[in-house]
């Protein structure tokens, strides 16, 4: 039976490397081994792969020095919590249970309990590690199913899936691509799935047809917990341009007809095409509009055989699927964005003149794999930080522009987020100046403005912030010099 939280010593992940200390506070003369395992088993040395997981997929188990006798132990049944969150047992040191976590590290081995001393080891500082929330839920499922650590009876079984189709690619495909480019093992391995934002799995990587897929919703994930069930989730940190490619394809394939339809009108402009993002929720800025409208015009202004593409909420290609209450949720969002989107198209026209709507393209409410697709297209992009930018900057080598909050934005973290993807080229974020953090929301943009202003903000200059924008759009080559040179 597991431990009441009050029993546990927590030692946070900073101090996780003083031996030392293990070795004369609590006796632990192996603790310095144990770590060493542990950054072993953190390892990637493939790519996106943690050792731990590879090991897992290919052998069943991974293998821990013990802290408390040095000898290697493997692991055997684990149990999955709601949010993936998953905790290992090592049938050879029974007191012994690890937990990994954190989706957007890639799911890295967050913590090490040893039930018998009481103790809690963080051995990676993250937010999203195992927690004492996980403890209390952890604790609940095995009074729920009689779990104890013990082996695996059960074949591994893989868990992956996330509402944030980024974080989907980024974190859960990414390393699933990589297990098929290192050669799939022929074992018994299932696969369970919560969401499926673009699309089937076996459809983005159908090398994995041997390993049958159980669609489940994340707060179903609990119950599936077993004596004997192996668990694991998938993690990955780097998208690879042949991930990109796979996803594309199975865009493509799957385009409805307006999509194709914007698809090939998007091909046939000469000029340049300016990628942009409305929101009418959190994390936006509340002049938006009056911003979209005066950049998008004097892009079109500058660039006369050139187009601007509004886009907004995407839907998930699992919309069909997902609890009532969110599909509802995300349709009202995206038909928010799209009255948003036509009154920027509706300001453009009316400063350019009625010709000019034609050259404005809104794709707000499309699937995000259409999305995606769309977004080959952009030669320049000004979009929020966050997923609305990734559609375009983690899939393509675009240049562009991104606005948020001013914390975002004195982080300046374009290069560091473009690592994250083989296809992407870093951002330029917007001088902190360029806005001010309000708490105001929108009214033309929502009737719930007050209730969806958390971290919002407000361009300070727009005649300023678009020059910035311009700019930056002539030195990448998008708007000739001679066009800016003319207004700009």
């Not at 297990?179 to 994995?208: F, W, Y």
């Not at 796979?246 to 914007?262: I, K």
């Not at 969002?333 to 003149?353: F, M, Q, S």
């Not at 983690?394 to 522009?401: K, L």
Request: hydrophobic share 45%.
């Amino acid at each position: 039976m597991i431990p009441d939280l009050s029993d546990f010593t927590r030692i946070p992940a900073r101090r996780a490397a003083k031996f030392g200390m293990f070795k004369s506070r609590y006796g632990l003369e192996h603790w310095a081994r144990c770590h060493a395992s542990i950054e072993r088993m953190q390892a990637s040395p493939g790519g996106n792969v943690r050792r731990y997981l590879d090991d897992l997929v290919r052998h069943g188990g991974f293998e821990l020095a013990c802290p408390e006798t040095g000898r290697p132990v493997r692991s055997g049944a684990s149990v999955m919590l709601a949010d993936k969150t998953t905790v290992f047992s090592f049938p050879g040191s029974p007191g012994l249970l690890v937990a990994v976590g954190d989706l957007s590290m890639g799911f890295p081995i967050t913590a090490v309990l040893m039930t018998g001393r009481r103790l809690w080891v963080d051995v990676a500082a993250s937010h999203w590690g195992f927690a004492e929330r996980h403890l209390e839920a952890f604790r609940a499922v095995v009074a729920a199913t009689g779990w104890q650590p013990g082996p695996a009876t059960a074949p591994l079984t893989l868990v992956l899936g996330d509402p944030n189709y980024a974080h989907h690619v980024w974190n859960q495909l990414s390393g699933l691509e990589d297990l098929v480019r290192a050669g799939v093992p022929a074992g018994d391995i299932r696969l369970v799935m919560t969401h499926a934002p673009l699309g089937p799995l076996h459809t983005l990587l159908p090398e994995l047809a041997a390993w049958p897929v159980t669609a489940t919703p994340d707060y179903h994930l609990e119950a599936m917990n077993a004596p004997g069930a192996l668990f694991a989730p998938v993690g990955g940190s780097y998208i690879r341009r042949s991930l990109v490619d796979r996803l594309f394809a199975v865009a493509e394939a799957g385009a409805s007809p307006l999509c194709r339809e914007m698809d090939a009108a998007l091909a046939a402009v000469a000029g340049p095409v300016l990628w942009v993002s409305v929101r009418t929720r959190n994390r936006t800025a509340v002049n938006l509009r009056a911003m979209l409208a005066a950049l998008g015009g004097r892009f079109l202004e500058l660039a006369p055989t050139g187009a601007v593409v509004i886009d907004g909420h995407s839907l998930a290609c699992d919309l069909a699927d997902i609890h009532p209450v969110l599909r509802d949720q995300a349709l009202e969002t995206a038909a928010r964005d799209r009255v948003a989107a036509e009154a920027v198209r509706a300001d453009i026209a009316a400063a350019l003149g009625p010709q000019a709507a034609s050259r404005v393209h809104v794709a707000v409410g499309l699937t995000i794999a259409e999305s995606l697709l769309l977004g080959r297209h952009a030669d320049f992009y000004f979009c929020h930080h966050g997923t609305v930018q990734h559609k375009v900057g983690w899939f393509n080598a675009t240049p562009g522009v991104v606005h948020s909050n001013e914390y975002v934005l004195h982080e300046a973290p374009g290069e560091a987020i473009a690592r994250h993807s083989e296809a992407a080229a870093p951002a330029l974020y917007l001088p902190a100046t360029c806005v001010r953090d309000t708490t105001a929301g929108d009214a033309e943009f929502s009737v719930f403005s007050h209730l969806l202003s958390h971290d919002n903000y407000v361009f300070t200059d727009i005649p300023k912030t678009v020059g910035i924008i311009l700019r930056h759009a002539r030195a990448s080559g998008v708007i000739l010099p001679q066009a800016a040179r003319a207004g700009g």
